[in-house]
């Protein structure tokens, strides 16, 4: 295949993939518009709970229901909020139930230009509601919720110089001889936060009881769609629920929550989460215990949660739940060693086998060099030396097929219009000669799928979120802002027309589209993150130069008999 019919096909590919993924941006399922659940009892405004049952009951026995509290039923106290500062969160709990309702990411800013504002993960406002909520619930006696009120010793905890963790607990104590401390460890360096609720029971009678873990949120709103969506990350990103099962990772985006809703599903060392671009909330349980997982839609919120197996406290005894709370940056290179398919969180879709080891590759590459654009370069030079046997092939075709121009053409002049006659002619000819009109066919159909899974991993990899590289460029997740990369991968692509000889098959309207293939593809790289452009640019530039050796080789051995 010549340059030209690549070209072609590689706009013909890349542009159907743009126009598919904006199809699907704005025709595409979105989240419907929950159906509120049944109101049991007096309404909560979203700020503090989601309407509805969110509660759930207790697993054991089978139709159990949770018992309320004395501190439930009666009048509550103002709810205070627990401020803790770590070196990578800004977190506040609240004393009612002891939720997570706000968690600040110190390390990445919304805007790389003001350092002040990091990413708040989780959010109890009304337009972003997003929490991490834990409780228990009982078939034999009182059990604090998420909505029962809890005493806190104090309101501000910060991590201090030399010491390496902060423990946060809440206390609450009911009538009946049941008492809970709910504890929170935040540790330095770590975005994984521990918790346990320890139960003890002073009664005269046996206690049982599980423990929830649940995330709630509401759909974020929608993104502007249009021809270049796919380069929003923001837009194309999954946003929904996730959970690792049997050892499988799977997802439910919101707008499939009613129609496929987990149902109280059994799972041993897994763990349930809601998913968003480049950062996420989870909760991992204790490794081997069988949960039971579900999904479900309480008015406007979206609800992913895990149940415990249920736990048996006697009486002048003390029983403990147990799990971890991770809140923070789809870091794949740490997540594995948090929980098994925890890393899968950085969703890259069909190309993960692809896009996986590209991000481990690119993460060494950076470990060598400190420097995200160099390690894409480098990336670029394993890449061609990797493809370099194929390369060759097709360049050495390419630069056979330049010198025989001039018999292409006296060929097409000669059969004229019948077309049938100057295929079997050229084909004659390509046979003779030994060319391989294909040659070109395999380099292309490689670089596609590694073009499109890089650019997943520039999207989706948080370590390259906000990345600078040299000069004008200082976000390798954002377009170039002077357009220079673009305009030079044009350039590259000219200079490769020059070079490639030209199909003598092609008609007047081909050759037009060709003469603008250089433009196109400035526009569709001038929208595109300056990471992928800027490998492709390199890309480009350096196969130009192999292809110019070759030609030049090529040229230098069919010249050298004539002269001897």
């Not at 066919?441 to 650019?455: D, G, K, V």
Request: glycine share 6%.
């Amino acid at each position: 295949m010549s340059s030209t019919r690549s070209f072609l096909l590689l706009a013909l590919l890349a542009i159907s993939y743009m126009l598919y993924s904006a199809w699907e941006q704005d025709y595409g399922l979105k989240p419907a518009a929950p159906t509120p659940a049944a109101a049991t009892g007096s309404s909560a405004t979203p700020a503090t709970a989601a309407a509805g049952n969110d509660v759930p009951a207790a697993a054991t026995p089978a139709n159990a229901v949770s018992t309320p509290s004395a501190a439930d039923a009666g009048k509550e106290p103002a709810v205070q909020t627990i401020s803790v500062a770590t070196d990578v969160l800004h977190v506040e709990i609240s004393t009612l139930g002891g939720s997570v309702v706000r968690a600040d990411l110190l390390a990445y800013p919304i805007d790389p230009k003001d350092k002040t504002k990091p990413v708040r993960l989780l959010d109890d406002g009304n337009a972003h509601y997003f929490v991490a909520q834990t409780g228990l619930v009982s078939s034999s006696g009182a059990a604090p919720s998420h909505k029962t009120p809890f005493n806190a010793e104090k309101t501000n905890y910060d991590l201090a110089a030399g010491t390496d963790k902060i423990e946060v607990p809440l206390t609450w104590t009911d009538a009946s001889g049941i008492s809970v401390r709910k504890v929170f460890v935040f540790t330095r360096g770590s975005y994984l936060i521990e918790t346990r609720e320890e139960v003890a029971n002073t009664g005269t009678a046996a206690w049982t009881g599980n423990e929830y873990r649940q995330l709630q949120r509401t759909a974020p709103p929608a993104q502007s769609g249009g021809l270049f969506s796919v380069y929003n990350s923001e837009a194309y990103a999954f946003v929904g629920a996730a959970w690792y099962a049997q050892g499988k990772f799977n997802k439910l985006a919101f707008a499939k929550f009613s129609e496929s809703p987990l149902n109280n599903t059994e799972v041993s060392g897994g763990w349930v989460a809601l998913l968003q671009h480049y950062f996420f909330a989870a909760f991992i349980p204790t490794t081997g215990e069988a949960d039971q997982y579900s999904t479900s839609v309480l008015q406007d919120h979206y609800l992913i949660r895990a149940l415990s197996p249920a736990l048996t406290v006697a009486p002048n005894a003390t029983g403990t739940f147990a799990t971890r709370l991770y809140v923070g940056p789809k870091l794949q290179s740490e997540l594995a060693n948090v929980a098994p398919g925890l890393e899968l969180t950085a969703d890259y879709g069909i190309l993960t086998f692809i896009a996986q080891p590209m991000h481990w590759v690119l993460v060494q590459l950076h470990k060598l060099t400190g420097n995200w654009g160099v390690a894409i370069i480098l990336l670029v030079l394993l890449l061609k030396l990797a493809l370099y046997k194929p390369s060759e092939a097709q360049y050495r075709s390419m630069a056979k097929m330049k010198q025989f121009q001039p018999r292409l053409e006296a060929l097409k002049e000669r059969y004229g219009d019948d077309k049938q006659k100057l295929n079997a002619a050229t084909m004659e000819l390509y046979k003779k000669e030994k060319i391989n009109p294909l040659g070109g066919c395999l380099p292309i159909l490689i670089q596609m799928p590694i073009f499109f899974a890089l650019l997943w991993v520039l999207q989706e990899s948080v370590e390259l979120r906000q990345a600078p590289f040299f000069g004008w460029i200082q976000n390798l997740s954002a377009p170039d802002p002077l357009f220079i990369l673009p305009i030079l991968n044009g350039v590259a692509m000219l200079a490769t027309q020059w070079l490639s000889p030209a199909s003598p098959g092609m008609d007047p309207m081909q050759q037009r589209m060709m003469k603008f293939m250089p433009l196109i593809f400035a526009v569709m790289f001038a929208f595109a993150p300056a990471g992928l452009t800027l490998y492709w640019t390199v890309n480009g530039w350096l196969s130009l130069l192999q292809q110019w050796i070759i030609t030049k080789r090529v040229g230098a051995a069919t010249t050298a008999p004539a002269k001897a």
